[in-house]
């Protein structure tokens, strides 16, 4: 792990999420999210802003709201409706894996993935 990269725009970032009701004891659902910063047709998403400036090994809680998933996470939100299915709000605990600088064939793809995710995806793409 390069504990020395930096999450910027247009680097490739690997996290674990850890997801559970609020206050929830017991085992809380995972999931792996892999992405690269900065590709959304908005800017930067409220969810990238946490991750920014930060390195592997750290790690950011926050809770999100059913209806703010859109707002907050953008095109993301589709990489977390697996792991949010059936939550009205949650605690979510994001540790950072891995980042990895990506090369121009990979954000062209990312950038050209996030603006066709369609209409049903919620974050506003479509029309």
């Known amino acids: 792990m390069n504990?020395?990269?930096v999450v910027e725009p247009l680097t490739r970032i690997r996290a674990e999420l850890q997801v559970g009701p609020p206050g929830a004891a017991g085992e809380p659902?995972?999931?792996e999210l892999d992405f690269?910063?900065?590709v959304g047709?908005?800017?930067?998403?409220?969810?990238?802003g946490l991750?920014?400036?930060?390195?592997?090994?750290?790690r950011i809680s926050f809770r999100l709201r059913a209806g703010e998933i859109?707002?907050?996470?953008g095109h993301l939100g589709l990489l977390l409706a697996p792991v949010l299915e059936g939550l009205e709000e949650a605690d979510i605990a994001l540790e950072l894996r891995a980042v990895d600088p990506a090369a121009p064939?990979?954000?062209l793809r990312a950038m050209a993935e996030a603006a066709a995710c369609g209409?049903?995806?919620g974050c506003g793409c479509g029309p």
């Open 51 to 58: 991750l920014l400036g930060r390195r592997p090994g750290e």
């Open 119 to 121: 209409p049903a995806c």
């Open 3 to 5: 504990t020395q990269a």
């Open 29 to 31: 659902r995972r999931a």
């Open 36 to 38: 690269i910063v900065g």
């Open 105 to 107: 064939r990979e954000i």
């Open 41 to 48: 047709s908005g800017g930067f998403l409220p969810l990238e």
């Open 70 to 73: 859109d707002r907050f996470c």
